[in-house]
């Protein structure tokens, strides 16, 4: 009998212990969680009082990676600095290869293409091939000088100083003293001070060129992989993987080698008088068609659809997604699309097909 007792006592007392020591865990990971939470919060206070002031001082509340975006679309404005100095330092330089991720806009291919194919001529260079690396391709020097850099930056974050512009970090990186990296700062009224990309023909497959070779300005050859078999001979325009020739200027038609004709998709800016109008957004390499709700300077405001599938697209529900998006982020304008069912629509099959070359 007492040993029964003494048995069930043992029992109930590890019982105990063992609900107090799980009582325990929880109380530590619900504290945990209550700190990551606290952080998180005061991660969104800092970043929605950025924001506020940005736009109290009138400063742009674009994220910086639109800005670069639309920074990368006026190719031109970044170029100049650089050829500048190619020309000054190396006065004998003829050929000049670039080396940069995809062009992955329509915005960007045509502002892309056509100064690359004008403006080194100006400077005095015979040759330019341009290398398109695919995204987290072609690990080496393009990714190792921005990869420095940012590891300059959070260095110099590290040692408690504050980061706040990209004029900054400009400053403060040219002030290292080992950094071998030229950096050359574009404010943005150089950016938008910039002459518009005149009319230029459009080229094909954009999003699948990893090379273009220009040797006459407005002149441009591309292929969809890079060759460079007789570089040691001087040619760049060897004929493998299919090289393709094209005139950049509309006014050359003459000179046109695109298999097929290709009408323009959209305007060269989007107007007031686009309201209204169909159009596709561009994010993130997706196409959303949409309706133009209001245009502001370079910016529009779409109200955008959803994909379903295969050129399947309907309102989301229950909120609509309504936004401003860069000029540059307009694939293209677009017919109304027609409804295939009482809530899902399909694009005109020539609108998807164009969707499908220019996004990947
Ligand atoms: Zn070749």
């Known amino acids: 009998m007492k040993v029964r007792i003494e048995e069930g006592e043992r029992q109930r007392r590890r019982g105990e212990s063992m609900r107090r020591s799980a009582k325990k865990k929880l109380e530590i990971?619900?504290?945990e969680l209550e700190a990551i939470l606290a952080k998180e919060r005061a991660k969104?206070?800092?970043y929605k009082k950025r924001y506020q002031r940005?736009?109290?001082?009138?400063?742009?509340?674009?994220?910086?990676?639109t800005a670069v975006k639309a920074l990368l679309g006026r190719q031109k404005a970044h170029l100049d600095p650089i050829?500048?100095?190619v020309r000054e330092q190396h006065p004998d330089v003829c050929t000049l290869h670039f080396f940069s991720d995809a062009p992955a806009t329509q915005y960007r291919q045509k502002g892309n293409f056509f100064h690359l194919s004008?403006?080194?001529f100006k400077y005095g260079f015979k040759q330019i091939s341009w290398h398109f690396f695919e995204a987290s391709h072609g690990k080496g020097a393009p990714d190792g000088v921005g990869g420095a850099l940012k590891r300059t930056a959070d260095k110099i974050v590290a040692h408690g100083e504050d980061i706040p512009n990209a004029q900054t970090l400009y400053e403060k990186l040219k002030g290292q003293e080992n950094c071998s990296i030229d950096l050359?700062?574009?404010p943005e009224s150089d950016i938008e001070a910039k002459p518009e990309v005149p009319a230029v023909t459009a080229v094909k497959g954009t999003t699948r060129i990893h090379q273009a070779i220009s040797m006459k300005p407005g002149e441009m050859m591309y292929r969809d992989i890079s060759c460079l078999c007789k570089w040691e001979e001087g040619t760049l325009d060897c004929s493998c993987f299919n090289l393709q020739k094209v005139s950049l200027l509309a006014s050359d038609q003459s000179k046109v080698h695109v298999k097929e004709p290709i009408k323009s998709w959209r305007p060269e800016v989007i107007e007031e008088k686009h309201i209204g109008e169909w159009c596709v957004v561009n994010y993130d390499n997706d196409g959303y068609p949409g309706i133009i709700l209001d245009v502001e300077e370079h910016s529009v405001k779409v109200k955008c659809t959803h994909n379903k599938g295969i050129n399947k697209?309907?309102?989301?529900s229950p909120r609509d997604d309504i936004n401003w998006y860069g000029d540059w982020q307009i694939l293209c304008l677009m017919p109304e699309p027609?409804?295939?069912n009482r809530r899902a629509f399909s694009v005109e099959p020539s609108v998807w097909k164009y969707m499908e070359d220019q996004l990947q």
Do not use: M, Y
Not at 54 to 65: D, M
Not at 313 to 316: E, G, S
């Open 29 to 31: 990971k619900i504290a």
């Open 44 to 46: 969104a206070q800092k």
């Open 54 to 65: 940005a736009k109290k001082e009138g400063a742009s509340t674009t994220s910086p990676r």
């Open 83 to 85: 050829l500048n100095q």
């Open 118 to 120: 004008t403006e080194p």
């Open 184 to 186: 050359h700062f574009i």
């Open 313 to 316: 697209f309907c309102w989301p």
């Open 338 to 340: 027609q409804l295939v």
